[in-house]
């Protein structure tokens, strides 16, 4: 006999979660593929291929004795043995066998089973409670939870099947990464954000995709883009969502076909808890056929500093789903249209660094008089330049490439944007957007006051160089 019962009704309580060691009954917690000592190695190797799975845990009477295994399987297979045989007697008689079955209580946590793992030179492992089986974990499991912290959201972002388990999955990678920073906080310093930033983009790439695998794939000849701080792979807390669809319209692809599937998509991410953009720059108002955006780019394009926003929100575009290559396409005739404009490159300098040879404010706005200063001026000296990536750091290491700026000034720009990405996360940790001067410390002061030069100096250099 060979069962799959669904064990996910039997979850702990809140509480008895965090005793009992939150991301191990996680990780147990799917459907148990079992097989009676008594079913053949074929029955039992067929049930995994149908269910999916890479081991089922065999049971004499209402005791687990064992896992079958993939490896135990090519063993079979390589060794010529009979696939008849039972695979409780298999497993009696397999060669170099762990005398007693291996197993993690669910109160050990994950750290526990990846010990015993270890000790066996095993790739699976059963968890129990009180003496009953309530699921397996593998090695894989256990290196994704261990590893880079928002792998494993990704990982069950790629799993998730429905709108509440895409919900769950982001509220409790919101808590989760709100709390690492506030440790990392206390312990002194401004937080590191490059790898930061990373992750949160890595998750809600992957949130994305997962949504429009609920919704149903991305018709053909488009794509899906994030833009703002979520394109330029800069957002924190996920404030908010700035996203845009352009669609193959000469391929003879219909807007009428493909607004309700971006409708629907854009109403699942509002859903889960990707709030829209509050200006309205979301796929809902943005949604484009690669012709007439081309011909947009290029009457904006006549008049750079009015339609400052919209040739922003493309400069800033990066793909997610569908096809880059319309995209790139897109943001090629924009850098062409763009090439060299003095106008567009003016309008980027629109916002300054508040600081003077006095010091800093007692209190300013983070947005702009700090972030905006810089990613306003990389953007618009990249684009006039022919540079398409969207991230601000990515654009200031291809304008040293190309000589645009110096390799001195790359990495002065480069290190102010590290320090002011840190200090945009201890502004939206801490203060909403506007930052105290009083609540920072004599080196992160210091750190900003360098920064901020930096960015002067830059803006100085695009006025006496492109403007």
């Known amino acids: 006999m060979i069962g799959v019962p669904d064990m996910r009704g039997e979850g702990l309580s809140e509480g008895e979660s965090e005793r009992c060691g939150g991301p191990l009954k996680k990780l147990a917690l799917r459907r148990l593929v079992w097989a009676m000592a008594d079913v053949s190695i074929k029955a039992a190797a067929r ?3 149908l269910e999916g799975v890479s081991s089922v845990v065999v049971v004499e009477g209402d005791k687990p004795i064992g896992i079958l295994t993939d490896s135990d399987l090519r063993e079979v297979i390589a060794e010529g043995a009979d696939v008849g045989m039972s695979v409780g007697e298999y497993l009696k008689a397999k060669p170099g066998r762990v005398s007693g079955l291996v197993a993690v209580e669910i109160s050990e946590g994950i750290h526990e089973a990846l010990s015993k793992m270890l ?28 590893g880079p912290f928002h ?61 429009a695998n609920i919704k149903g794939r991305l018709p053909s000849n488009a ?80 008049d750079p500093q009015r339609f400052a926003v919209e040739l922003s929100i493309i400069a800033d575009s990066r793909a ?11 943001k090629r005739v924009l850098t062409k249209k763009l090439h060299k404009n003095r106008l567009f490159v003016t309008q980027s300098l629109m916002y300054r660094p508040p600081f003077s040879h006095l010091g800093i404010p007692k209190s300013f706005d983070f947005k702009s008089k700090v972030a905006a200063p810089l990613e306003y001026s990389v953007r618009g000296l990249a684009v006039t330049n022919g540079i398409t990536v969207a991230p601000t ?38 203060t909403q957007g506007t930052v105290e001067a009083s609540a920072l410390t004599p080196l992160e002061v210091g750190m900003v006051k360098q920064a901020m030069k930096s960015v002067k100096l830059f803006q100085h250099h695009i006025e006496r160089t492109f403007v």
């Open 119 to 146: 000790e066996h030179r095993i790739k699976h492992t059963v968890v129990t409670e009180g003496g009953k089986v309530r699921g397996v974990v593998t090695i894989g499991d256990l290196a994704y939870r261990l």
């Open 320 to 330: 997610v789903l569908g096809d880059e290559g319309i995209l790139e396409g897109v």
């Open 47 to 49: 049930t995994m291929h």
């Open 151 to 211: 792998l494993y959201y990704v990982i069950r972002l790629r799993r998730a099947r429905s709108l509440g388990e895409v919900r769950e999955i982001i509220t409790e990678f919101k808590d989760e990464i709100i709390r690492n920073a506030l440790i990392d906080h206390k312990r002194g310093g401004m937080i590191g954000s490059t790898a930061l930033f990373e992750s949160v983009s890595h998750v809600m790439d992957a949130s994305l995709m997962a949504l």
């Open 393 to 430: 750091s990515e654009r200031i290491d291809q304008l040293g490439k190309a000589k645009v700026i110096s390799q001195e000034l790359r990495r002065e720009l480069l290190q102010s944007h590290e320090i002011i990405m840190g200090l945009k996360i201890t502004s939206q940790l801490l």
């Open 223 to 302: 794509v899906y883009a994030a833009s703002g701080s979520w394109g330029r792979k800069e957002q924190f807390v996920l404030t908010d969502r700035d996203t845009l669809v352009v669609y193959d319209d000469g391929s003879g692809a219909k807007v009428s076909e493909l607004r309700p599937w971006v409708e629907g998509l854009e109403d699942c991410m509002d859903e889960v808890g990707f709030a829209p953009c509050q200006h309205g720059y979301t796929a809902r108002k943005l949604l484009f056929g690669r012709e007439e955006l081309t011909s947009l780019i290029e009457r904006w394009g006549n």
